[in-house]
């Protein structure tokens, strides 16, 4: 493994052949079934692996207790949450 956090080569845009940063989206599965949130990353802290919390922002935020039901907008600019708190983080990179 390289130098850097697992979390930064996760979660970091990737960039296209001319230098345009990819738009990140995540999913994820709060622990203690305390819901699913989803939304646009905007930021996050990189700090060391063996570093338990791990905040991201996310905008355009989502939430939904569970998935058989249909997520709902979180009426807020944006959520902070801790990866500390999530069971499963799915990441999608999109080419803006």
Same mark, same amino acid.
Do not use: C, R, W
């Given at each position: 493994? *390289?130098?850097?956090?697992?979390?930064? =080569?996760?979660?970091?845009?990737?960039?296209?052949?001319?230098?345009?940063?990819?738009?990140?989206?995540?999913?994820?599965?709060?622990?203690?079934?305390?819901?699913?949130?989803?939304?646009?990353?905007?930021?996050?802290?990189?700090?060391?692996?063996? =570093?338990?919390?791990?905040?991201?922002?996310?905008?355009?935020?989502?939430?939904?207790?569970?998935?058989?039901?249909?997520?709902?907008?979180?009426?807020?600019? *944006?959520?902070?949450?801790?990866?500390?708190?999530?069971?499963?983080?799915?990441?999608?990179?999109?080419?803006?």
């Amino acid at each position: 493994m *390289g130098e850097q956090p697992i979390i930064y =080569e996760v979660l970091n845009p990737k960039t296209d052949a001319d230098g345009t940063s990819y738009l990140v989206f995540v999913e994820l599965e709060m622990k203690d079934n305390a819901g699913f949130y989803s939304g646009q990353l905007s930021q996050f802290a990189i700090v060391k692996d063996e =570093e338990p919390h791990k905040p991201i922002y996310l905008i355009n935020a989502l939430f939904t207790k569970n998935l058989s039901d249909a997520y709902q907008e979180v009426a807020a600019d *944006g959520v902070v949450l801790d990866l500390a708190d999530v069971v499963q983080l799915q990441v999608k990179q999109v080419a803006p």
